[in-house]
Every structure is written in C-alpha cells, then in structure tokens.
C-alpha cells in the first residue's frame, strides 16, 4: 500500500511516500481504508523526534498521522460492535498511520460516523476535537466563568472556544492579528497576543477563571499572569505549565468522547473550520501547512 511517512527522523526532508506491505488488524483493532485524516502538530513533532519524551522511539519506516475517518475493511479478534463497510472515525494505533491507503485503528478509540458529519470533519475529531474536549471538561468550569485559549486559531483551540461557549462559558481567544476574523467566528472576544497581552486581556474581562494553553514556552508565560487563582491545563508544555501550577490535559482516547464531539458537529454546535483538505499526493504541503504555523483552523489529507 501507499503510504507518507519518514524512514529517519530530521526535517521536512525526510519525508517521503513509502510502499509498504498491506497491514492486518490485531486482536481489538480494526483495518480502515482511509478517506480523509487529519494533520496535527504532533505529526512534525513525531518526525523531529520530539515526541521521544513521551512515546518512546518511533519504528522505521514510521507512516504520519495519529486521525482518521473512512470505512471498516477488516475486523480483528475480540472487536464488537463493528462490521466491515461501517464508516467511522478515530485514532490510528501506535504501529500505524493516517496518511496512508489504509490504517489500524485501535477498536476502543473508534467510533462510528455520523451519517450528519463528512469524512472530512470526522477526520479532525479524534486528536483536536477530543483534546479540546477533555481539557473543557477537566476545567469544569460553570456558565457564566472566563476562559482564555491560548493559542485559539489552532485545530484544537477553534474546537475548545466552540465547546466552552456551548456550555455558557465566556471565551477569550489569543492569536495573531491576522486570526481575528475566525475566533471572532467561533464566539470569542479576540486578544491579539504579543506585548501587552495581559492588559488587553484585562480591558475585555477584568477576571479569568481558566486557562487552556496551546502555545507553551515563552507564549504561556506571556498570558499566564492574568490568572488569578484558577485552572491551567496545557495540551503541550507541561514543564512551563507547572511554573504557574497548570497540568497536562487528561486525555480519555476513548470512543465515549469521539460519539460527543460527534454529536455537537452533527447538530451544528461544533464546526471544526477545516481551512484547507490537500490530494494525498500534497502530503507534503499539508504538513508544511501546520508545521509553519499558518493554518487557520485544520488541514486535512484527502485519499479519496
């Protein structure tokens, strides 16, 4: 099969498309032709050897993309609940890719499609959608509260803004200048970031109760002093989140959480603002897309 991925890890560079041999569902997966997947930070992050830390060494020849949506073809041992021809979504096991002809899933973070919501969109559900989820949901925050996205304009921080403001929770969206329009369209109030951050914050909301960080590093430090007492949870730098008392978000990687986001994109609650879906043979420029950092919202790969 066709697949786009690196056979070391380094730069752009490495990338290339590979042919390796066909895959077969273990025990508890399933084998999906892919239609769309979605491209992530963590996609780059992986071929630089970032992700190390966290995941552990990657085996060569290693196939890009961790999102996924297309139809069942294969139904490994001890998997309910699905048949070859289903169409679903979800997370590519650990052995496999997205950005290839067909994938292994893992059967527990899978769902099923909704006839409602486009290959498209399902794609950008299991890795932006659902950590915006569960950051949500781990700051617990009541209607009426303040939270500022740090880092809005991103897949998973156009999915958060959406979320937060369902549940009556006032959003405020940092990004650059040239991001305004879209988190204004997600129902945020828009804070340019850069210097000065903190007082343009507090011109538009005197008092933050959360923050959910997507920059890291100097970004997060930068915004950090406009919380007061409350919850940071971080979907990347967990070393600069401790300096102010934040965590790592909670990550559930279960199909309980891919049927809600699901759910609020089929009943028009949640769009995932897809800015660009690329041919699969422009693999590369989809990942140069989000690797560069100007995307507006999500990129996918399209394989059909």
Do not use: C
């Not at 930070?41 to 992986?46: L, M, S």
């Not at 070393?239 to 990687?253: P, Y």
Request: net charge negative.
């Amino acid at each position: 099969m066709r697949a786009y991925g690196f056979r070391e890890y380094g730069g752009a560079d490495v990338q290339e498309f590979l042919e390796l041999d066909a895959v077969e569902p273990l025990p508890g997966e399933l084998l999906v032709e892919v239609v769309a997947a979605g491209v992530n930070p963590v996609d780059w992050k992986t071929r630089l050897g970032l992700m190390r830390e966290f995941a552990g060494d990657v085996e060569f020849p290693a196939t890009m993309g961790q999102e996924v949506a297309g139809v069942v073809r294969g139904v490994g041992k001890d998997v309910s609940g699905f048949t070859e021809g289903d169409e679903v979504f979800g997370y590519t096991a650990p052995s496999s890719g997205g950005f290839a002809e067909l994938a292994v899933l893992s059967a527990a973070g899978t769902a099923h499609k909704p006839p409602k919501v486009s290959f498209t969109d399902a794609a950008t559900l299991p890795v932006a959608g659902a950590t915006a989820y569960d950051a949500v949901e781990q700051l617990g925050l009541s209607e009426g509260q303040t939270l500022l996205v740090n880092g809005a304009s991103g897949g998973v921080g156009v999915a958060a803004a959406q979320i937060a403001r369902d549940r009556g929770v006032n959003v405020i969206g940092v990004a650059g200048a040239d991001k305004r329009e879209l988190v204004e369209s997600l129902g945020a109030t828009f804070v340019e970031y850069g210097p000065g951050v903190v007082q343009r914050v507090h011109q538009v909301m005197p008092a933050v109760n959360a923050i959910f960080d997507l920059a890291g590093g100097d970004g997060l430090r930068a915004v950090a002093p406009v919380l007061d007492g409350g919850k940071l949870v971080t979907a990347g730098d967990p070393a600069t989140a401790a300096e102010f008392g934040g965590v790592l978000v909670e990550r559930d990687g279960t199909s309980r959480v891919l049927d809600a986001v699901a759910s609020l994109v089929a009943e028009g609650k949640l769009d995932p603002k897809v800015e660009d879906v690329l041919d699969f043979d422009d693999a590369e420029k989809a990942v140069a897309a989000v690797e560069v950092g100007h995307a507006k919202g999500k990129v996918v790969v399209s394989l059909r």
